[in-house]
């Protein structure tokens, strides 16, 4: 079913590659581990203007990647995770910017990760894969950014994982970004939100496949898919998940009921699990977790949250979503305050939806419009030079 | 648009503003244009913070009775309850906040006390339903309606000073038009400047 918004698309586009961070010269990671060379998957749409100033960088998600608009080929059956909002005339608006998305390193879609080749053993890292944080993220990024020739971003943006992404460029470089979307995110995970990462992390350790993270082609299937399944549950509000199945039943009639039989939620729930294993590695899966676990700027900034933004010099716009319990609104609400306190232009709304946490993947005029509108107030006064 | 022309008339230029309920943004454009200045927006509904996003405001989404506690004192050179402070959980709390957050505050709302309300009541003995008032008690945001006089003796009470008072009456054209004589009685409505 084409959406709204897919009739205007970037059309066919092509993943690139950038490898950096060459020993000896490693990126030096928060832990203080170093890593190299590092490659990093990405897309762009949208030409950089002469004055390098329209660019847009986009963050995904703990299970996206670099192909966040457009199809690979003609015949491809989904469009790139945020199609809705990226391409001409849309939110994203590659006609006027120029959109830039990369895989976090970590990350198995492209970019350097725990299932890529350790170039000291010539196997693939697995656990030997240094623990890799959302600032060690956005630091590679910062080298994509950089070899791009861009030195100041129009805009940084992203939903839930995305969103500490956004955040995190906005402290990390503030030179570096004009303004910052953060959609559905948190400047700290919940204890709710992390038991539901431990859950989906315990069904890989306990995959028998999975085998200390040293599996090769007889992945953790059951125990990825599984995790998956935990976190479709996350994504979704009590109410749309009503809607979409209610208590259907997938076929059978009450009298051929058995404990195999399935109820309509059952089977979508098994469906994307399965769907997932084909594009994703369990051990980043694993890796992607925790760093979302660990990201916490309050504790970076000595407990006071308003601190972490003392140095933004960008322009922000928050949106949190009213049915969204994995990411709630009082999340976003608190950076909203700390942002306020520290007297950064802010932005605030939170969309009333029936969607939960999905509803930032999901085509929504409101949000669209939101987006667009901030984007388009932030490139004018580039040209202006004004402070609001 | 009430009592938009005395507001703009009040804000010297380039001054930091904060309109508390500023619904689709179109006084603080005003503002911008008029008078330079560097405003901001808090606004209850997602439709007004959309409008405004949509003028180039920067504006969120809060109820005024909960987010003003974080800004640091002064943070602004005027705080505006623009027909707003009628509509509040908690007016004095509204008032002590942005007293500590502006340094002066523009303070308007329809005027209990105006004759034609005050006869409404008297002859009618039911709510007044008018221009000013256009609700039925059961449908109204106004829950906290309150005259001129009573925002006096709330001055006192509260200990907080007032700057300026343009009590007034809307014209025909919409025009703000200020009501000198005995304004609790005769004004529509209120416009008081006030400081700590």
Redesign the interface.
């Known amino acids: 079913m084409k959406t709204f918004n897919e009739i205007k698309t970037v059309g066919i586009v092509k993943t690139k590659f950038f490898t950096f961070a060459d020993p000896p010269e490693e990126m030096i990671l928060e832990s203080g581990e170093r890593l190299g060379p590092i490659t990093l998957a990405y897309e762009t749409y949208g030409t950089l203007n002469s004055e390098k100033n329209n660019a847009i960088l986009i963050e995904h998600a703990l299970s996206g990647s670099a192909h966040a608009a457009g199809r690979h080929h003609p015949d491809d059956k989904y469009p790139g995770w945020w199609d809705a909002y990226i391409g001409p005339g849309k939110a994203f608006d590659t006609d006027k910017y120029f959109v830039i998305c990369s895989n976090v390193i970590g990350g198995c879609s492209g970019s350097t990760g725990p299932a890529s080749i350790n170039p000291f053993t010539g196997r693939t890292y697995a656990l030997d894969f240094p623990m890799v944080t959302i600032k060690d993220m956005v630091n590679a990024q910062f080298h994509l950014v950089n070899h791009l020739g861009i030195k100041k971003l129009l805009a940084v943006a992203g939903g839930s994982m995305g969103g500490m992404q956004a955040l995190q460029w906005s402290v990390s470089y503030p030179h570096m970004v004009n303004s910052c979307i953060a959609i559905a995110t948190s400047a700290h995970l919940s204890a709710q939100g992390i038991a539901f990462n431990e859950v989906a992390r315990q069904a890989i350790f306990n995959d028998p496949r999975w085998n200390g993270g040293n599996y090769g082609r007889e992945v953790p299937a059951e125990g990825l898919s599984l995790a998956r399944m935990i976190g479709h549950i996350t994504y979704l509000s009590e109410k749309h998940m009503h809607e979409k199945f209610g208590r259907n039943f997938q076929e059978a009639s009450k009298a051929s009921r058995n404990i195999n039989s399935e109820f309509t939620v059952e089977s979508y729930l098994h469906y994307q699990g399965i769907k997932f294993v084909e594009r994703f590695d369990a051990n980043s899966y694993v890796y992607i977790t925790r760093a979302i676990d660990y990201f916490d700027l309050q504790e970076d900034y000595g407990g006071t949250l308003a601190n972490a933004f003392d140095n933004a010099e960008a ?1 922000y ?2 949106i949190s979503f009213t049915t969204d319990w994995l990411y709630p609104s009082d999340s976003s ?1 608190e950076i ?2 700390a942002l ?2 520290s ?1 950064k ?8 939806t029936d969607n939960g946490h999905d509803a930032f993947l999901l085509p929504a005029e ?1 949000l669209e ?2 987006i667009s ?2 984007l ?2 932030e490139f ?2 580039l040209g202006k030079n004004e ?2 | 648009m009430i009592g938009y022309d005395l507001v703009i008339e009040e804000i010297p230029e380039k001054t930091k503003v904060l309109d508390l309920g500023c619904g689709d943004g179109v006084l603080l454009e005003m503002l911008q244009e008029s008078k330079k200045v ?3 927006g808090v606004e209850i509904s ?1 439709e007004g ?2 409008l ?3 003028k ?1 405001l ?5 109820d005024i009775d909960e ?1 003003l506690t ?3 004192k002064n ?1 602004f050179d005027y705080v505006i309850l623009n027909q707003t402070i009628q509509n509040t959980k908690r007016p004095d709390y509204v008032i002590k906040e942005v007293l500590r957050i502006g340094k002066k505050v523009i303070i308007s709302f329809p005027n209990f006390g105006y004759f034609q309300t005050r006869l409404h009541l008297l002859c009618r003995g039911t709510m007044p339903v008018n221009d000013l008032l256009p609700y039925q008690w059961y449908d109204s945001p106004n829950i906290h309606l309150l005259t001129i006089k009573d925002m006096k003796i709330m001055a006192k009470e509260f200990n907080f000073k007032i700057l300026k008072e343009w009590h007034f009456n809307l014209g025909q054209d919409k025009k703000s038009k200020i009501t000198r004589v005995n304004p609790n009685l005769f004004a529509q409505y209120g416009f008081f400047v006030i400081c700590q």
């Open positions: 322009n716009l928050v609400k909203v305050k306020r306190v007297g232009n802010v932005n605030y709304i939170d969309i009333v409101i419009k939101n509108n901030f388009k107030s004018a006064r402070e609001v | 560097k405003g901001y997602e913070v959309s405004c996003m949509e180039g920067y504006c969120y989404q809060a987010g974080d800004y640091r943070s």
